[in-house]
Nanobody, 115 residues
């Protein structure tokens, strides 16, 4: 079982910045992809951004404002969120996909952007 420990999030005014981090208990050798999803009330969970050894992908809605990065030695993925908008308000979930195809999720952390 892979455990994920998320930190960060909170309340910020529109135009502000927040950062999230997620540390996985699994070695990076066994991790194929790390990323972040978000879910707003009444909406489906959507991909925010993900990172593998070779690529980084972003949702169109956050490209240019959010940055996903990772530190392999710590099996940790980060999400830097700049120029936040009220529409970014959601619960953000860390996701790890192992090399054997299993998906693991963090408990979620709340991000609230006030206008």
């Amino acid at each position: 079982q892979v455990q994920l420990v998320e930190s960060g999030g909170g309340l910020v005014q529109a135009g502000g910045s927040l950062s999230l981090s997620c540390a996985a208990s699994e070695s990076i050798v066994n991790i194929a992809r790390m990323g972040w999803y978000r879910q707003a009330p009444g909406q489906q969970r959507e991909l925010v951004g993900s990172i593998t050894r070779d690529s980084i992908d972003y949702a169109d809605s956050v490209r240019g404002r959010f940055t996903v990065s990772r530190v392999d030695a710590k099996s940790t993925v980060y999400l830097q969120m700049n120029n936040l908008k009220p529409d970014d308000t959601a619960t953000y979930y860390c996701n790890v996909r192992t090399t054997w195809g299993a998906d693991w999720w963090g408990r979620g952390t709340q991000v609230t952007v006030s206008s």
